[in-house]
């Protein structure tokens, strides 16, 4: 965990549940509202992958094929995994895992903003679109975790 010993991890669990706060943490609420978020729309996301990968590859400028749609359900089930988490840590988790959670989305946010726009395809009013969400999610983790760190909290 991040600047936190297990002592302070295992009191956490002791006291009343993961949810409680060691004293040294304060509670990085924004990042918790920023997970939740981002938590609907990889739902969202995931569903519509699931329901309709066709559509979504159109509008992404891809041709449909069985493998490609068989690559948006696979992706799909990971979004509803990566779903699952963020809401978990979002409601349930203690500041560090927040925290936590939220640096790696800041790489994953950007990541996925990135790579949709490296398609190899023509870049079309929806990818541009996308990207942007994905840009927008990592700024704003980053921006939370700034405020979250800086001195003086």
């Known amino acids: 965990m991040i600047g936190i010993s ?3 991890t295992k009191r956490v669990g002791q006291t009343g549940g ?3 706060n060691p004293p040294s943490l304060p509670d990085p609420t924004l ?4 997970l ?7 739902g969202i996301s995931a569903l ?9 590859l159109g509008l992404l400028g891809l041709d ?3 493998a490609l749609n068989w690559s948006m359900w696979m992706i799909a089930i990971t979004l509803i995994a990566l779903t699952g988490n963020m809401g978990v840590v979002s409601f349930f988790g203690p500041p ?3 925290i936590a959670s939220s640096v790696v989305m800041v790489v994953a946010a950007g990541g996925l903003g990135f790579v949709t726009l490296l398609i190899p395809a023509p870049i079309t009013w929806f990818s541009v679109i996308y990207a942007l969400i994905g840009f927008g999610f990592s700024a704003t983790y980053l921006v939370g975790l700034t405020l ?6």
């Open 96 to 98: 560090a895992a927040v």
């Open 148 to 153: 979250w760190w800086r001195p003086g909290r």
């Open 36 to 42: 939740r978020s981002g938590a609907v729309v990889f």
């Open 31 to 34: 990042l918790r509202w920023v």
């Open 48 to 56: 519509w992958l699931l329901i309709a990968p066709g559509f979504f």
């Open 6 to 8: 297990w002592e302070k």
């Open 64 to 66: 449909e094929s069985l």
């Open 18 to 20: 993961m949810a409680q």
